[in-house]
């Protein structure tokens, strides 16, 4: 009997910065590097893993809570990274030194790539980041899926998450704490946006279809500060669960990634 398995490890997730390590057992990949390359490396230390055994880094966007670390972490490890053509655009604009051009691989939203024992999807996220993308990974029989910085549930978006094993999927804000808060009106705006984030509410409202069509573990991501709470978050997702009678633990797990520290690691398992 063989054994496939994806563990998702969200190190960083916030819009203070954003690091998730996905592994394989054989293939490890981070996706984003919105922390400075210190901190990556300080919380790949805390979880195991070498950086030198990463086999790519793959990125959503260029918004610096998902780059901000990219320009030394590649420079000082030389590690392959993935990006759309629009999103290399904007991380070669902020690059303070160049590095080997040979790191650098393109990825098209919809074409499959595999690495190691991962087969990797990019899909289009509605966001205001030229060329954003979400990523799905797939092994033999297990799927993970990472979709964050998405201003409205698209098809695109959601036909990619179906199906998945496991999702960190963005529940930045909750609609209250927005609008009642202290942001000026033009920021509230953009984030309530059909570009901007994801609310708890329609992070809830996915889940449960999701869940309904399979998807059994979930994690919320990338959480605002200003504008949310793990606890807030975690209420919304669980009342939208409970309306449809799906059963916390019985029917899927949920768990909250940390903002600055990695999250208890999340363990995605099918017994071929
Ligand atoms: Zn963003
Ligand atoms: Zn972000």
Known sequence: MNNSSITITPLFSGSSGNAILLSSGNTNILVDAGMSCKKIVEA???VKMNPYDLSAVMITHDHSDHISGLDVFTRKFAIPIYATLKTWRGIHAVEKKPHSPDLDNEIIPDEKVQIGDFVIT???????ANGSCGYRFDTDGCSAAIATDIGMMTPVVFDHLRGCT?????????????????YPYYLKKRIAGENGHLCNDDCARTAVTLCKNGTRHFILGHLSKENNLPQVAERTFLRAMEDEKLVRDRDFTLRVAKRYEPTEPLLLEVML
Do not use: S
């Not at 496991?166 to 202290?182: F, K, P, Q, R």
């Open 44 to 46: 790949l230390n805390i």
């Open 122 to 128: 990019a899909f289009d996220t509605p966001h205001d």
């Open 166 to 182: 496991g999702i960190l999927l963005e529940a930045n804000y909750d609609e209250d704490m927005l609008w009642n808060g202290e």
